[in-house]
């Protein structure tokens, strides 16, 4: 697609509950990030994609959080037994990495844990 | 990982005059980005910069990539209501960090019309 495509725009899930993010990147971008930002934050980083390498999973906050990537295309971003503190802004980038360092973002999903 | 220091944190300034942020790092990066983010929005991408010393223009907006990569600035020109919003930095460091971008807090845009 032309941009970066994230789903749901808004999501709203009782505490206790999982939940996935889905990401659909850039056609033909080989790197994708997911970051979170809280209210009034900057960006956190949370994992890496990076064609068929292993991610980069260092900022994932806790053994809840969890990403898949499917080749170089879609990615979901999962969040088993949400607690209140999940409750923030969930970004996804993409880039073609090494070749022009650049990363676009998504518009973002809204997660608000109740 | 890296801490980026953005600043100023806010700024309140009347439409028409110039702006300037800057971020600073402990660390050497590759690459400097700055976006601009709207209430609702993902950020965009504004200029990018990829070489010590480089200046670079986006119409009112200026950004340089410090001599010593470890730190960027960002001018905007003759500010107008629209420039409103949150600008972040991001530097890259290539290779041996996983090649992930490390973020700014963000500097707030606030223009009196």
């Known amino acids: 697609g032309a941009g970066v495509s994230q789903s749901p725009s808004n999501k709203v899930t009782e505490k206790g509950k999982d939940v996935e993010l889905r990401c659909d990147p850039i056609?033909?971008?080989?790197?994708l990030y997911w970051y979170r930002q809280r209210l009034g934050q900057g960006l956190e980083f949370l994992i890496y994609?990076?064609?068929?390498?292993?991610?980069?999973k260092s900022g994932l906050p806790s053994d809840r959080f969890s990403a898949e990537r499917t080749g170089e295309s879609v990615s979901t971003l999962t969040i088993q037994r949400t607690q209140q503190e999940d409750s923030a802004v969930y970004l996804c980038?993409?880039?073609?990495?090494?070749?022009?360092?650049?990363?676009?973002f998504g518009q973002g999903t809204r997660l608000t844990v109740v | 990982g890296q801490q980026l220091n953005q600043s100023p944190q806010s700024m309140f300034i009347q439409e028409g005059e110039d702006v300037s942020m800057n971020c600073t790092s402990s660390s050497i990066f590759n690459t400097w980005l700055w976006y601009k983010q709207e209430p609702g929005e993902g950020p965009v991408l504004l200029i990018a910069?990829?070489?010590?010393?480089e200046l670079t223009s986006n119409g009112r907006l200026t950004a340089q990539f410090g001599i010593t990569r470890k730190d960027s600035f960002l001018n905007i020109s003759a500010s107008i209501p629209s420039d409103v919003g949150i600008y972040f930095c991001a530097g890259q460091v290539l290779g041996g960090d996983g090649n992930q971008f490390y973020f700014g807090t963000g500097t707030s845009l606030t223009v009196i019309p």
């Open positions: 056609s033909g971008h080989t790197a």
């Open positions: 994609f990076q064609g068929n390498s292993a991610p980069d």
């Open positions: 910069l990829y070489k010590a010393g």
């Open positions: 980038a993409s880039s073609l990495a090494l070749a022009t360092r650049e990363a676009f």
